[in-house]
């Protein structure tokens, strides 16, 4: 249990899962917002709009967080692609280190 085993590739997958899903939440937010509006103004007409304006700011709010969660799924995929390329660059170190000594992967220095 003391080995750390990371596939960068992997994880730069996860990454893109993760970007993917911030354009889709952001794209299916900014839809939902603009269909639901134009659908509210025509039914509430003159009488409605105290409610259409309180509706109107409730949808912000909602269109807000739904932003909000879009920017969470983009920033876990930078940091995934960070991540991947953190842990390449510190195997390539190792090894450098590692060929600098005279080992290479699997011998042991007697």
């Known amino acids: 249990?003391?080995?750390?085993?990371?596939?960068p590739d992997a994880i730069r997958r996860y990454g893109d899962s993760a970007a993917s899903m911030a354009q889709q939440v952001a794209t299916a937010g900014?839809?939902?917002?603009g269909a639901t509006m134009a659908a509210m103004a025509p039914a509430f007409g003159l009488i409605?709009?105290?409610?259409?304006?309180?509706y109107a700011?409730?949808?912000?709010?909602?269109?807000?967080?739904?932003?909000?969660?879009?920017?969470?799924h983009?920033?876990?995929?930078?940091?995934?692609?960070?991540?991947?390329g953190a842990y390449e660059a510190t195997d390539e170190g190792s090894a450098g280190t590692f060929r600098a000594l005279?080992?290479?992967?699997?011998?042991?220095?007697p």
């Open 1 to 7: 249990m003391n080995d750390v085993v990371a596939t």
């Open 30 to 33: 900014a839809v939902n917002q």
């Open 48 to 54: 409605g709009q105290e409610y259409l304006l309180a």
């Open 57 to 72: 700011y409730a949808q912000a709010n909602h269109l807000a967080s739904v932003a909000e969660l879009a920017t969470v």
């Open 74 to 84: 983009a920033m876990t995929a930078v940091t995934s692609y960070q991540a991947a």
């Open 102 to 109: 005279g080992l290479s992967a699997g011998t042991a220095r």
